[in-house]
Every structure is written in C-alpha cells, then in structure tokens.
C-alpha cells in the first residue's frame, strides 16, 4: 500500500465521524495520516492520533501540536460521533456493542468504552472511541507462506506484541490460501469474533479473506470452531487471539477432524513465548508445528524468526 493509498484510507475512516471531526481530521498532513494506526476520542480530551511514533495530538486545523495546545474533544462530539459510526441507528448494533465494538464499512473498526447496564439496558454512556484504521496489505504474507507451505499444509501460530500486525499477516494468510496463490484453493472456516478479521458488514466482508473462505462472524472461538468443524469441512480455521480454555478444547476437537489451524498470540520475544502458559498450553494441544515470531519494533508486520515448535 503506497503512502497516498494509506492516507486516503485514514481519510475514509475520517468521513464515518461528525462533519466537525471530519474537518479536523481531513487538515491533517498525508505523511502524518498514512502512518496514524487508530483515532483516539475521549471527551473532555485532546483528539489523538496513534502512530508508530507515540501518541500526535491535533489543533483545530489539523495540525499536530503538545498537548495542551491540542483541540478538546466535547461530550457531545463524541456522542454525536458515536451515533454516526453506528448509522444513527444505535439499537441495531447492541450485539456488537455488548461486546465492545462496531464494524464499519470499508473495514474499519471503533472499540466502544462506556457505561454499560446489563439485563438488556445496553450502553448508556460513551467515554471514549478508538477507531482503528483498515489498511489491510495483499501480499503482505506472501513470502512466509512460502516459507511455511512449500510443503504442504501446517498449523501456523503467529506471536507478537500489541500492534506488531499479527492479524495483518494472519488476514492475508487466509487471503492467500483461500485465493489459490499457492497453487491450491483451500477451504478455510475464519472465526471472527470481534469483528475486526473480516470486518462483515449486512453479511459481506469489507476486507479480501480469499474466494474460499466461509466466515464466521460474532461467534466465540470455541463455538465459531465447533460450528465450522461439524457443519463447513475446513481445511484450516482461523482464529485471533486464542487461549481461553473452551478455545483449547475446540482446537483439540478440531485436530481430531484433521482440520489445521492458523492463530496468533501475544508475546513480546521467544522468552516471552516459552513463559506464557496461554503460548505454552496452545503449542501443547500439537495444533501448531511452526511459530512465526514478530519483530515489536515500530514497523508492522516484520517477520522476527519461524521456529518450529518443537524448539519452544
């Protein structure tokens, strides 16, 4: 993805908050907004771009400025923006906010924070939004799954720190299988339960997963990988962030189903890895024969080392 293409896809997200926002936040410089991962909006607070960098706070016009010179984000800009990114229509996306979240279109995704009532009372107050950008990058995965799959098929589990673009590379593994790129259409069953791997929007999804591909949207892990090993003959699953207990017992089942798995984990090094009971029960299960581990430096998505599992 050129700088141009990810500065527009910035943009895009932009135009999905108030007109007061957009304004902001279209001003702000293209070598600053192609490399802003997610907007930051908490009110009675500064608006705030992340990006590889740290933290950019934004003035009126868009320009980034310290802190106290920064914009201040009323509650009802943030409000109103919470009402926009959910189509004006907030009763529709209760399911997705009793999770935290709203898919977009175009891929993107917002975490909502707030006050929540259960017992059917919804999400009453909004504190803050982080609206994470897409740039979903084709080809990104190309040269591990090269690297993994010359072969044949293998279980992958992909461990890296927060923002060190697993589920970039985990998305364009499935894209890239799922398309034929390596000589064979595989079946692949994608669970996503948050939301934010295929990013479906009234049942289609906004980012490329493969023309073999069935999604799972909005379903645990568990019973997204139950579902999908009794009712879809995967060849693989694909599943973020996976660990919990209920989601190791589905990844056993899956594996008496010679069904193969592609997951990630968070670590912060191969140390990290070996210390995790979650790493460590996960390569127990015998799932995952290869490791790719991510460089947690600030470019996403840099391929660290592949270990087999047996050396871990």
């Not at 009110?43 to 010179?69: H, K, N, Q, S, Y």
């Not at 943030?78 to 979240?101: D, I, K, M, N, P």
């Amino acid at each position: 993805m050129t700088e141009g293409e990810s500065a527009a896809r910035f943009r895009e997200a932009a135009a999905l908050l108030t007109p007061r926002l957009n304004a902001i936040l279209h001003s702000v410089p293209p070598e600053v907004a192609c490399r802003t991962q997610e907007i930051r909006l908490r009110a009675g607070r500064p608006i705030a771009l992340d990006t590889p960098e740290g933290p950019m706070f934004l003035r009126t016009d868009g320009l980034p400025v310290p802190a106290p010179e920064a914009a201040v984000l009323t509650k009802n800009d943030l409000f109103e923006s919470f009402r926009a990114l959910c189509g004006y229509s907030v009763h529709t996306h209760q399911h997705e906010l009793e999770r935290g979240y709203l898919s977009l279109i175009g891929g993107h995704r917002a975490g909502v924070c707030g006050a929540f009532s259960g017992s059917g009372g919804g999400l009453r107050e909004v504190s803050s939004i982080n609206l994470r950008i897409a740039r979903q990058i084709p080809g990104a995965a190309r040269e591990v799954c090269r690297a993994l799959f010359s072969g044949g098929l293998c279980g992958v589990l992909i461990a890296g720190a927060p923002s060190s673009g697993k589920t970039t590379l985990l998305r364009d593994m499935a894209r890239t299988l799922a398309s034929g790129e390596m000589g064979v259409y595989y079946k692949l069953a994608l669970i996503d339960e948050r939301g934010e791997f295929a990013a479906m929007v009234q049942g289609v999804p906004q980012n490329d997963v493969g023309l073999c591909s069935d999604v799972l949207s909005g379903y645990t892990k568990a019973d997204g990988i139950e579902i999908a090993v009794r009712t879809l003959s995967p060849q693989v699953i694909v599943c973020d962030e996976i660990g919990r207990p209920d989601e190791l017992d589905a990844v056993r089942l899956g594996i008496f189903s010679a069904v193969r798995f592609f997951a990630s984990v968070h670590c912060e090094g191969r140390e990290d890895l070996r210390r995790r009971p979650q790493a460590r029960e996960l390569l127990e299960t015998g799932a995952f024969e290869k490791v790719v581990l991510l460089d947690s430096g600030r470019q996403p998505g840099i391929v660290q080392e592949i270990l087999d599992a047996s050396q871990l």
